[in-house]
């Protein structure tokens, strides 16, 4: 993959969908959440014409409090998972990337600076205020090894009539582990979303 990233909400569009693009424009994948599931499945094809399936996220359980997505290949292998630490997560939000085949987590991923999210999520319920929010607070999210060395940055960019986010490459990682790292970033984003 070639880096940074933009990933890029529809603000006003009824499923939540994120075009996700390389430095170039082109498309990287395109990820559509089905609306009223009982358990999550995230789908991410090729791009939003949505002929090639690339790969699906799916939850564990039907409560995600501290659920469990796995990603899976179209033919039905998985490739590794996430998992919000619920508690941990009240205050910033906290998760662990594990690999394929489980164990202990390969990487962590923490909020930076968690008043940005409460900020942002207070002034985006402002009529009108809640229009530029987007332009004024940039929360940031830090995916690390466990010895404590930053791999990737997810940074929410200003934006006015959508939501934008870059990805950057902090450190040396695979392209399975990169595969891993944007998975889990692109459930995050949608996972945080939800709670504001």
């Known amino acids: 993959m070639n880096f940074p990233l933009t990933l890029t909400f529809k603000f006003f569009a009824l499923s939540p969908q994120i075009f996700v693009n390389d430095p170039a424009g082109g498309p990287v994948c395109y990820v559509k ?63 662990e990337v594990f690999p394929p085949a489980g164990g202990a987590p390969a990487f962590t991923i923490r909020e930076e600076n968690p008043m940005a999210k409460i900020v942002d999520a207070l002034l985006g319920e402002i009529p009108i205020v809640g229009l530029f929010t987007g332009y004024m607070i940039h929360p ?49 984003i949608l996972l945080e979303r939800s709670r504001g």
């Open 33 to 95: 959440q089905k609306l009223f599931r009982l358990r999550e499945k995230i789908e991410l094809f090729k791009d939003s014409s949505r002929t090639e399936m690339l790969a699906t996220i799916e939850a564990d359980r039907i409560i995600d409090w501290s659920a469990k997505y796995t990603f899976k290949s179209p033919a039905g292998g998985s490739f590794g998972s996430v998992g919000r630490r619920g508690m941990k997560s009240i205050w910033r939000a906290h998760y």
């Open 140 to 188: 940031k999210y830090i995916a690390t090894r466990p010895d404590g060395t930053p791999v990737m940055r997810l940074t929410k960019q200003a934006s006015l009539l959508e939501r934008r986010f870059t990805i950057d490459l902090l450190s040396p990682a695979d392209e399975g582990e990169q595969a891993a790292l944007v998975m889990s970033f692109l459930m995050m």
